[in-house]
């Protein structure tokens, strides 16, 4: 079963990917989308048979990979609690999007290759999730990487979606050799990078050194740094988080993939796979928690200010997967996950209610060219709501019980870990700024007026400037493009069914799933799938903590809601006079911090900058010029020069010659003369 929930995607790709020409569009799309509910429907199998079973899990072994020296890698599927989820959640989204995207992307001509992405995509996560050793986790992690630069860039016509794509590639690929050099250095302490004979070497490695970088440090923490760094690129964590709002460049329905429930939390089931080398490193799980609790702050602050529809939410991502960070950082690893699980549903449902509305204003994306728009698609309106009211954690929807909990852990933790206080009050002010910006994005999408039909006649030009999901550009037979001026309309059926589904799940996931994750049935639902120390008592010590920390963020929340309600539905033109008010400040938070254009000045212009010098210089003008250019050169003017003295006059020659004799006449006269 395990086989058939991780090759049936593969099989897709393969199937739509080399024979999508020949056997067309709607095959290609109903063969891909099939093969993902079969996959999705096996995954919940085991999910009831592992997570909520008693089967302990198991790791069939496929094939020997490798076997260099000490190093033995087989490929292995390892299905646990920790992979039953993590099935669930891929293959239940992957498969909600595949059905999306036939609705939404039934105008591109190149949907086979589309589909065979999103499979390609969801089979590179299935390879990373069941793997059983680093040496495969890093195969799926890495095809994750290219399975997303391709579905950013789907419209490679767009200049904007390959330098997305090219930037999401190229920052991932400095988390990645981070954690390569994390494997590197595992399999130097531990001499394997299988996962049950590494964790069960990490107890004796506590405390040991290892010389690097001119010191001595603990080699454990050494390692969890390391591989935190490749988590750190691949989720979007602080310092490397510029690629995932650019990633917005791809189709709305890559977004909902890659951003809701796959590639960007596969750094969060990395660190929650790995937690018992990080248990034994309590200075990197420091780290972990003060890049998340930063990450949480700094994408809820620009987030309060996007205009862009998608680039909001995607600033939402980035900030709730600090949250995640948070939870794992003070050893809460379950909450972590837990959060993953419930973030998956909800962010899925806002993402393809974005493109819903996307769709309905024939693919404009700037919030302030909409309005007034519930009473046009009143379903979309519903679930949006839905999703708003569970990543703002109201009382029993899903992200009140997973993201409230994450808080009162980081609280809870505070006495023992530092870093962990730092944790509270970052998220505490982050569910304050999402509750806003996520109430913002309702009201000025779906409350008060829309302009007038003169803004969008000028669609073209809109959406060159709000790089918007324009592949219906050359389409203009569907209202787009030039009919930017029809009325909006709701999304047909097959975009609506995947909205519903999950809807439920932001509703009720947390709820139901919530005594699991973290409640009375947890040891029988992890099953030892997750590792905490013998001091690591935090999810028991957050049931202790004050009623004023516990209903901080609740509180937040109303109060985020407040504000928005006040500025942008009771007394709109606030936010206008906020800005101008505060111009340094709004430019700030616009221009992400100006990350981008420190990046650009520290990294871009000078790597620009050094690569041309050794192009002009380096190769042109030295290896060039002194190597084949220069003896080239010299030989032409010989030759030139050689031309010259044919000149086909016959006293020319007799010339030259009665030069030569003299020459050597000259030569033995001089040499007799010794």
Known sequence: MIQAIVFLPLLGFLIAGAFGRWIGVRASELITTGLLFVSAALSWV????????????YAPVLANWMTVG????????????????????????????????????????HRPRFFAYLSLFTFAMLALVTADNLVQMFFGWEGVGLASYLLIGFWYQKPSANAAAIKAFVVNRVGDFGFALGIFLVFQLTKSLTFDEVFAAVPGLEGDKIHAFGLDVDALTLAAFLLFIGAMGKSAQFFLHTWLPDAMEGPTPVSALIHAATMVTAGVFMVARLSPIFEYAPTALAFVTLIGAVTAFFAATVGLVQNDIKRVIAYSTCSQLGY??????????????????????????????????????????????MGGLRKDIPFTFAMMTIG???????????????????????????????????????????????????WRLVFMTFFGHR?????????????????????????????????????????????????????????????????????????????????????????????????????????????????????????PGTAQALANFFPGLYRFLLNKWYFDELYDFLF???????????????????????????????????????????????????????????????????????
């Open 70 to 109: 000490a190093l033995k890698v087989d490929w292995s599927l390892r299905v646990d609690t920790l992979t039953a989820v993590m099935l669930v959640v891929v293959n239940t989204v992957s498969s909600l999007v595949h059905l999306y995207s036939i609705g939404y992307m039934h105008e591109d001509p």
């Open 324 to 369: 995640m960070f948070v939870a794992e950082g003070v050893g809460a690893y379950s909450l972590g996950i837990f959060h993953l699980f419930t973030h998956a549903f909800f962010k899925a449902l806002l993402f393809l209610g974005a493109g819903s509305v996307i769709h309905a204003m024939h693919h404009e994306q700037d919030m302030r060219k």
């Open 451 to 571: 302009p007038g039909h003169a803004a969008a006649a000028d669609h073209g030009h809109a959406a060159e400037e709000h790089g918007h999901d324009d592949h219906a550009k050359s389409h203009d037979d569907h209202g787009h493009g030039g009919h930017g001026d029809h009325a909006p309309h709701e999304s047909p059926i097959v975009m609506l069914i995947p909205l519903a589904v999950l809807a439920v799940g932001a509703l009720a996931a947390g709820y139901v799933f919530e005594p699991f994750f973290a409640g009375h049935a947890y040891d029988e639902f992890w099953k030892g799938a997750l590792f905490t120390g013998e001091h690591n008592h935090v999810l028991h010590e957050m049931h202790d903590i004050p009623a004023w920390a516990a209903y901080a963020a609740t509180g937040m929340m109303v109060f985020g809601f407040l504000v928005a309600l006040f500025v942008y539905v009771l007394k």
């Open 388 to 438: 708003t009211l569970a990543l703002t954690g109201f009382p029993y929807t899903a992200g009140y019980f997973s993201k409230d909990a994450i808080i009162e852990a980081a609280f809870a933790a505070g006495e023992h870990r530092p870093a962990a206080m730092i944790g509270f009050i970052s998220t505490v002010v982050a569910a304050g700024l999402t509750s806003f910006y996520s």
């Open 604 to 674: 871009v212009r000078p790597t620009f900058a050094l690569g041309r010098l050794f192009w002009k210089v380096g190769d042109g003008a030295i290896i060039d010029g002194l190597g084949p250019d220069g003896v080239a050169a010299r030989i032409a003017d010989g030759a030139r020069f050689a031309v010259r003295l044919q000149t086909g006059y016959v006293y020319h020659y007799a010339f030259a010659m009665l030069i030569g004799v003299a020459a050597v006449a000259t030569y033995f006269v001089a040499g007799g003369l010794h």
């Open 46 to 57: 085991v999910f009831f048979d592992v997570a909520l079973g008693h089967n302990e899990g």
